[in-house]
């Protein structure tokens, strides 16, 4: 569905600031269709439930993506960058189609799958030489599992 379809009741020239970043932020009253017919100096009446839902919804988004920023740094440090940003973009897009559903919570969890697909095998010079064969013996290969690794595995 494209952008126009789903904000019909939006001017062209506020969806183009949107989708270009440069929305104002004293210009967000405007996409309230109700606000446009109505002073701009209006205040809003918020319901205490659904500010405290919002505030709860700000805080697990705010703990969960300093999570990931952990995760992340933990990744970059033993893997190479092109792996990194493969995982890191993956990752982000899946989050932001759960976050378009209302679901903030898988930013803080590792993906298995993604690492499998885009991290094994990815290690840095430095680390790889570190690593030992028991250590991912020990461990399920993602990357094998879904075809993607040849056999038998270089890793073990």
Known sequence: MSIDHMF???EPALRLAIV???????HIWKLDSQAKE???TKSYEIEENAQSSGVQSA?????ATGEYMRKLENITYKHDWDATLRYHFEFHS??????????YSGWAVFNCNLGGQYLDGHLKPSTAAKSTSTSCNSQTCFAFQSGKCASPCAQG
Not at 20 to 26: A, F, G, N, T
Not at 94 to 103: F, P, T
């Open 20 to 26: 270009k970043h440069e929305i104002k932020p004293e």
């Open 38 to 40: 109505q002073a701009k």
């Open 59 to 63: 805080v697990q988004v705010i703990f």
């Open 8 to 10: 019909y009741n939006v």
């Open 94 to 103: 899946i989050r932001l189609a759960e976050m378009r559903m209302g679901d």
